[in-house]
């Protein structure tokens, strides 16, 4: 079993910064990739930033600049620094993280989400 945990949302007026931390847990071989994602009220899900096991990122276009993915790999863990933040930011954010917990299959895993609001 794999468990990805975030933490790290509230509430933050525009301009500010959060950062948001997942934690994966559980029968680990190794770790693909990881992702966040994010999901406005009506709005469907969407890809906000991926780091690979090599350190390569990719980022959506509105984040770009404003956002940061890194990662502890001694700690199984994938951290988003936000800063400048919108209200058009505002969303429940995923983790998500490629495993592979039996060579050579790899399975997609979701952490529950945590909200972010930003507002004045």
């Known amino acids: 079993q794999v468990q990805l945990v975030e933490s790290g949302g509230g509430l933050v007026q525009p301009g500010g910064s959060l950062r948001l931390s997942c934690v994966a847990s559980g029968s680990i071989f190794s770790i693909y990739a990881m992702s966040w994602y994010r999901q406005a009220p009506g709005e469907q899900r969407e890809l906000v930033a991926t780091?690979?096991?090599?350190?390569?990122?990719t980022y959506t276009a509105s984040v770009k600049g404003r956002f940061t993915i890194s990662t502890d790999n001694a700690k199984n863990t994938v951290y988003l620094r936000m800063d400048s933040l919108k209200p058009e930011d505002t969303a429940v954010y995923y983790c998500?993280?490629?495993?592979?917990?039996?060579?050579?299959?790899?399975?997609?895993?979701w952490g529950q989400g945590t909200q972010v609001t930003v507002s004045s």
């Open positions: 998500n993280a490629d495993i592979v917990v039996r060579p050579p299959t790899v399975i997609d895993y």
């Open positions: 780091i690979t096991n090599g350190g390569t990122t």
